[in-house]
């Protein structure tokens, strides 16, 4: 699951900063992703709702967000 999550997010132009997963327990873990959106990423609301789509992850959540001073 987490490969086809890094691949998703890799297939949206964005880049993975930092990756913290918990050990998993019955077959579920919890991954907190640090992402860098660039001007060339896709958008926001499809690359989560296409890492939400794939099979195996439960629940996904922004923490926080951080805008442009651009």
Excluded: F
């Amino acid at each position: 699951v987490l490969s086809k999550v890094l691949r998703k997010v890799a297939l949206c132009s964005a880049n993975i900063l930092t990756i913290h997963q918990s050990i998993p327990v019955n077959g579920s873990a919890m991954l907190t992703l640090s992402v860098e959106v660039l001007d060339t990423t896709e958008s926001v609301a499809e690359m989560i709702g296409s890492v939400e789509a794939i099979s195996g992850v439960h629940y996904m959540k922004i923490l926080s967000r951080e805008e442009s001073l651009r």
